[in-house]
């Protein structure tokens, strides 16, 4: 039914366009420097023993199947790497290795947003599915209030990712910093392969966000237009 109503294309479309675009350069920036090995010729989990030791962190790293599926685990104090991450010297590889480790070193010093993120995870599962039923029964019952509830409910989601936006870029800015400190990254080249790949990574947050915020309106549109109809 949602998905017939021409409103929510309008709105929806701009949004999956970003993410399309987001995704490609995602994995075309990936793509192109997890083939440039870089001049350490130190693996992602090599890079990863040193940083950690660099840094003071108590974390341990592990591999994980999967593409880009890298990520740490704040409960465990576990770095996992992907395969193409593990064992490859590509700036690709040490730049999505440095970038998780920037997550462990928010973790360490407690960072404010990853602390809201991490507490609205249970509120944003619930939420999403708790907000669409309360708009649906507030629009099919005309109960105006309930829907507005389950605006408010739903508009979770669109807090967690512009929460999630702080705590990105900072993990990056963190990861170019440990990269070429540490000297694992060496010259302009592979310091703008770095760049690169985690500025491609930002942005598929943003758009993220976009998604999000856009599906919040299109609710706030919906909802503010079913009180409109009744006067
Ligand atoms: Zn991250």
Do not use: C
């Not at 990861?175 to 690169?196: C, F, W």
């Amino acid at each position: 039914m949602l998905f017939l109503d021409p409103t929510y294309m309008i709105f929806m479309i701009p949004a999956f366009l970003i993410m399309v675009i987001a995704q490609t350069y995602v994995n075309s920036a990936y793509k192109k420097w997890s083939r440039v090995m870089a001049r350490s010729r130190l693996t992602g989990a090599q890079v990863a023993q040193r940083l950690i030791s660099a840094g003071g962190l108590n974390v341990e790293v592990e591999g994980v199947r999967g593409k880009l599926s890298d990520h740490y685990d704040p409960r465990k104090k576990v770095l996992f790497l992907s395969e193409g991450v593990y064992s490859s010297p590509s700036v690709a590889a040490l730049a999505i290795t440095a970038h998780e480790l920037g997550h462990a070193m928010q973790d360490r010093d407690g960072y404010f947003p990853l602390r809201i993120r991490a507490a609205l995870v249970p509120a944003v599962n619930i939420g999403s599915y708790l907000g669409w039923i309360l708009i649906f029964i507030g629009l099919l019952l005309r109960m105006t209030e309930l829907a507005w509830l389950g605006v408010l409910v739903f508009s979770g989601g669109a807090i967690f990712a512009l929460a999630t936006l702080p705590v990105e870029l900072n993990a990056s800015r963190r990861a170019k910093a440990l990269l070429t400190d540490t000297g694992m990254i060496v010259g302009e080249d592979e310091k703008s392969g770095v760049n690169r790949v985690l500025n491609a990574a930002a942005l598929t947050y943003v758009a993220g966000l976009i998604t999000a915020v856009m599906q919040l309106l299109y609710f706030v549109s919906l909802v503010g237009g079913m009180g409109g109809r009744r006067r």
